[in-house]
């Protein structure tokens, strides 16, 4: 594995409320994403970040904030959380000395109610 | 926009009867095609880097193939633990590190 852990790793929460999910990474790497995976469009990312409070969005951030104010910290936040923002929630890294394989968190699976 | 399919979305095999899983992509520039496993209820392992055509790679019983349009998953005599979702994924040269992924092939092999 690559020394990557999400928090919470199951959460179910109301239309409206805010939502903050965590993935901490060990690899001291510069590189963390946020992936969502659903079925029928497999995974897709939400936002990646090169660095700390260097973030850039992906194909599907409408919705998404995040933030990284540590390098081994990458917090994914739905200000105001929908339905269609049930979805399984993974973070992923690159190892250091690998250049472009990135490597992934066991998941957040996240119920919008 | 890069693209990429994967054929069949699932596939039964009985123990000892290799196939192949397809990936077929459009990227402007390939930078690289990854594959990953995935078994249910876990992030994607990462499995094979392709860069170039005509490029394998091997891992016990499986072996991973690229040619300008497609990759394949070539699984050998599979047994019942490789049973997973195995996901495809392109890296477009210029697009930053980020991964375009396919929505896998779900395989599962019986006794």
């Known amino acids: 594995d690559a020394g990557i852990t999400q928090s919470p790793r199951h959460k179910v929460t109301e239309t409206g409320t805010p939502v903050t999910l965590r993935c901490h990474q060990t690899?001291?790497?510069?590189?963390m994403y946020w992936y969502r995976q659903d079925p029928g469009h497999g995974l897709r990312l939400i936002h990646y970040?090169?660095?700390?409070?260097?973030?850039d969005k992906g194909e599907v951030s409408d919705g998404y904030s995040v933030s990284r104010s540590k390098t081994e910290d990458f917090l994914l936040t739905l200000e105001s959380a929908t339905s269609s923002q049930t979805s399984v929630y993974f973070c992923a890294t690159n190892r250091p000395g690998q250049t472009y394989e990135q490597y992934f968190g066991p998941g957040t699976r996240l119920t919008v109610t | 926009e890069d693209q990429v399919t994967q054929s069949p979305e699932a596939l039964r095999l009985q123990e000892g009867e290799s196939s192949s899983l397809n990936c077929s992509y459009t990227v402007s520039g390939l930078r690289g095609l990854f594959w990953y496993r995935q078994d249910p209820g876990k992030g994607p392992e990462f499995l094979f880097t392709?860069?170039?055509a005509g490029e394998e790679k091997e891992k016990e019983r499986l072996k991973a193939t690229l040619t300008k349009k497609e990759s394949f998953l070539h699984i050998t005599a599979p047994k019942p633990e490789d049973s997973a979702t195995y996901l495809c994924?392109?890296?477009?040269?210029?697009?930053?590190?980020?991964?375009?992924f396919g929505t896998g092939t779900q395989l599962k092999v019986e006794l």
């Open positions: 392709l860069y170039s």
């Open positions: 970040s090169y660095g700390v409070k260097d973030t």
């Open positions: 690899e001291n790497h510069r590189y």
């Open positions: 994924a392109v890296q477009a040269t210029g697009g930053g590190n980020k991964l375009t």
